[in-house]
C-alpha cells in the first residue's frame, strides 16, 4: 500500500480555512459559534461530504464525519482536533489535525486501502476557552467530564448562556445526548502542531506524544489593610502585595523542589488594589497554573502552594481566600498507539522524538474515553496562538502520511 498526501490540496484547504476570519490576513480570530465560525464549518462539512464521508453533528457542534469500514460492528478508530481560534492566532493550530485528518483518509481512500474499522473525523467544538472560558468544552462533554447541566450556567461576556448561543447557531440537540460511552472508539489519534521549540530544535520530524500535562488553575486573593504610604509606620503594616509576593516566590520554589523537568508553576495574574503609588495595598489577586504530566505530583505542588498562603498570611496578619478553579487529571497515551506511531515514522524513515504535550488539547478528554495518542509536527520557532505561526508544507504533509499510515493499522 502506498500512501500519498496530496500536500498542495491541504496547503489550499488551510489557506481557504484561514479566510474565515474576523481579522485580516496573516491573523485568524475565529470565536466558537461565531459567524466566521459557523462559515468555516459549513466549508469543512463540504469537504468531508465531497469526500464521501457520512456527517452527523451533536447538541454541542461537534462534528462527525465517518468513513465506514467492512465490519460495521466493530468500534471505530477516530482522528480530530477543532477549528476554534483565540483573537490574533494563526493559521495552524487545531486546522492541521482537522485538515490534515480529512486528506490522510482521502489518501488512504485513494491508495485503495479498506479499513475493517470505521474511521471517523472529529470537529470539536470550542478547544479554545475564548469564548465561554473553558477549554475543550466539545471534548470534556463528549467524555462526560463536563456535566451537561453546563448548558444553562455558562454564559459568554455578553450574558448569553451556552443553551442560547448554541440554539441560535443550530445546535439545538439536547447535551445530554453528546456524551460517548467508553468503548465506543478502539482509539483515538490527534494530529497537531507541536507549540513548543523541541522538535524544531533538535531536527526531528515527528514527536510521538506520551503523556499530556493538566493545568491546575487557583484564584487567590489576599486581603491586608490599605493605608497612606506616608503614615503607616512599617512596623503596624499589613501590605498585600509584600504578602502576595512572597507566595509568588513559594509557587515557583513548590515547582522547582519537585526536581522534575515536567513540573511547572507559573502567577500569570497579579492585580493590586487600588494600586496607587501613595497607598499601601490592601488587597491583591493572584492567578496560578500549576502543571504536570503525574496527577500526584501536581496536588503535591497544589498542597504546597496551600501551606505556604496559610503560613505566610499567618506570619503577615493578612487574609486569604483560595479558590481552585479546575484541576484536570494529566493523560497517558496508550502504549499501544504511541508503538504504531513509532512505527509509522519508523516505516516511512521519519525522525522522531518520544515526548510530552505541555499544552492540553482534546485528546486529554479523549483518553477518558478511549485509548488515545497524539502526532505532533514541527512549528517555527515553537511559535503558536500568535499570527506569525507557522508549520512548512513538507512538516504538514509528513503528519498527515504518519496519521494515514497510523489510522490504517489501527483501523486493520
Ligand atoms: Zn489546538
Not at 448561543?165 to 440537540?173: D, I, Q, S
Not at 493523560?331 to 508503538?339: N, Q, Y
Not at 506511531?341 to 478511549?370: E, N, P, Q
Request: aromatic share 4%; glycine share 8%; proline share 4%.
Amino acid at each position: 500500500m502506498s500512501i500519498s498526501i496530496d500536500q498542495n490540496l491541504l496547503l489550499n484547504e488551510l489557506e481557504t480555512l484561514a479566510s474565515f476570519s474576523e481579522v485580516p490576513p496573516p491573523a485568524v480570530t475565529r470565536i466558537v459559534f461565531s459567524e466566521q465560525d459557523l462559515r468555516a464549518r459549513r466549508y469543512v462539512k463540504e469537504l468531508c461530504t465531497i469526500a464521501s464521508l457520512a456527517v452527523r453533528e451533536d447538541g454541542a457542534g461537534n462534528t462527525f464525519a465517518r468513513w465506514t469500514g467492512t465490519s460495521e460492528t466493530s468500534a471505530a478508530v477516530a482522528t480530530g482536533s477543532h477549528i476554534d481560534a483565540i483573537p490574533n492566532a494563526g493559521r495552524y493550530d487545531g486546522t492541521v489535525g482537522v485538515l490534515g485528518g480529512l486528506e490522510s483518509i482521502r489518501a488512504l481512500r485513494r491508495s485503495g486501502f479498506q479499513p475493517r474499522r470505521s474511521i471517523e473525523l472529529i470537529i470539536f467544538t470550542s478547544e479554545e476557552p475564548t469564548r465561554f472560558g473553558i477549554g475543550c468544552l466539545g471534548s470534556r462533554l463528549l467524555a462526560g467530564s463536563l456535566d451537561a447541566a453546563v448548558d444553562k450556567n455558562l454564559r459568554d461576556q455578553s450574558g448569553k448562556t451556552l443553551n442560547h448561543v448554541r440554539r441560535e447557531a443550530g445546535f439545538g440537540a439536547d447535551l445530554v445526548q453528546v456524551r460517548i460511552p467508553a468503548g465506543h472508539y478502539s482509539s483515538f489519534v490527534e494530529l497537531h502542531i507541536e507549540q513548543g521549540p523541541i522538535l524544531e530544535r533538535e531536527r526531528a520530524s515527528i514527536g510521538v506524544v506520551t503523556a499530556i500535562a493538566a493545568p491546575a488553575s487557583l484564584r487567590i486573593t489576599i486581603e491586608g489593610e490599605g493605608g497612606h504610604a506616608g503614615a503607616v509606620l512599617m512596623r503596624d503594616r499589613r501590605d498585600a502585595l509584600c504578602a502576595a509576593a512572597e507566595l509568588v516566590l513559594a509557587v515557583e520554589a513548590a515547582a522547582k523542589a519537585t526536581g522534575a523537568i515536567d513540573t511547572v508553576a507559573t502567577t500569570g495574574v497579579c492585580n493590586a488594589f487600588p494600586s496607587a503609588v501613595n497607598s499601601v495595598p490592601s488587597r491583591v489577586q493572584l492567578e496560578i497554573d500549576i502543571r504536570d504530566i503525574d496527577g500526584d505530583r501536581r496536588q503535591h505542588v497544589l498542597a504546597e502552594v496551600e501551606q505556604a498562603a496559610k503560613a505566610i498570611c499567618r506570619r503577615r496578619g493578612t487574609r486569604h481566600e483560595l479558590r481552585i478553579v479546575n484541576a484536570d487529571a494529566p493523560g497517558t497515551c496508550d502504549p499501544r498507539i504511541v508503538e504504531a506511531i513509532s512505527k509509522a515514522c519508523t516505516d516511512l524513515k521519519l525522525s522522531y522524538k518520544r515526548m510530552v504535550s505541555r499544552a492540553y488539547h482534546d485528546s486529554l478528554f479523549m483518553s477518558r474515553i478511549a485509548p488515545t495518542g497524539m502526532i505532533f509536527i514541527p512549528c517555527r520557532a515553537g511559535v503558536s496562538h500568535r499570527p506569525d505561526e507557522y508549520a512548512s508544507p513538507d512538516a504538514i504533509a509528513d503528519g498527515a502520511r504518519v496519521l494515514a499510515e497510523t489510522l490504517a493499522k489501527l483501523a486493520s
